[in-house]
C-alpha cells in the first residue's frame, strides 16, 4: 500500500509561480517513476511531467521550459516548480507514483488556479 499527499497549489496570478510537493509514504520499491497529471473542468486527465527514479525527465510540450521536476529519493519527495504560470493551466494536478512492475497510485489532487 502507498499513499501519496500533495500539497503547494492555490491561486496566483498570471505569469507567477508555484511549487507543488508530493510525498510518498508506504510500501516502495526503489525503480519506479513519480509524475503530475492535471485535470481542467470538461477535459482528460494529462500528463504534464514525469521523472524516473535515476533521474530521467519527460515534459508535456506546453509546460516545457516553465515547469521543472524533481525529486529526493532519499526523503521519497517528489517537487514540481511551476514557472510563468498561464490561465490554461488551471487544473486540478495530481501526483502520482508507479513501481517498474506494477500498477500507478495517486494523490488526492491539489487546485491549482491562475487569474489573468
Known amino acids: 500500500q502507498v499513499q501519496l499527499v500533495e500539497s503547494g497549489g492555490g491561486l496566483v496570478q498570471a505569469g507567477g509561480s508555484l511549487r507543488l510537493s508530493c510525498v510518498v509514504s508506504g510500501s516502495t520499491f526503489s525503480d519506479n517513476t513519480m509524475g503530475w497529471y492535471r485535470q481542467a473542468p470538461g477535459k482528460q486527465r494529462e500528463l504534464v511531467a514525469d521523472?524516473?527514479?535515476?533521474?530521467?525527465?519527460n515534459y508535456a510540450d506546453s509546460v516545457k521550459g516553465r515547469f521543472t521536476i524533481s525529486r529526493d529519493n532519499a526523503k521519497n519527495t517528489m517537487w514540481m516548480q511551476m514557472n510563468n504560470l498561464k490561465p490554461g493551466d488551471t487544473a486540478v494536478y495530481y501526483c502520482y507514483y508507479r513501481p517498474q512492475y506494477g500498477y500507478r497510485s495517486w494523490g488526492q489532487g491539489t487546485q491549482v488556479t491562475v487569474s489573468s
Open positions: 521523472i524516473s527514479s535515476g533521474g530521467n525527465t
